[in-house]
């Protein structure tokens, strides 16, 4: 294996978690495969932040248009 792949696999293994892992930490709900996109929305907003995350999502998307980030 190059060097390079050995240094990609390095930073892939220390970013990467299952699911399982990331329901213990509290950064998913249990069980949240089963959620639909309006089910997992209300799950988001109770936590700070996540408003203001996607006002500001929406606001770029008024300003410059839906695929702006696509190069569109």
Partial sequence: ???KKKA?????DKYSMTAKEAEDQ???PK???LFDSIEMKE????FDGYKEWERKIKERE???????NLGV
Avoid at 8 to 12: D, E, L, S, Y
Avoid at 43 to 46: G, I, K, L, M, R
């Fill in 1 to 3: 294996m190059s060097k």
């Fill in 8 to 12: 990609n696999k390095k930073i892939r």
């Fill in 26 to 28: 509290g950064l998913i």
């Fill in 31 to 33: 069980d949240f495969h």
């Fill in 43 to 46: 799950y988001q907003a109770q």
């Fill in 62 to 68: 008024d300003k410059a248009g839906p695929n702006s």
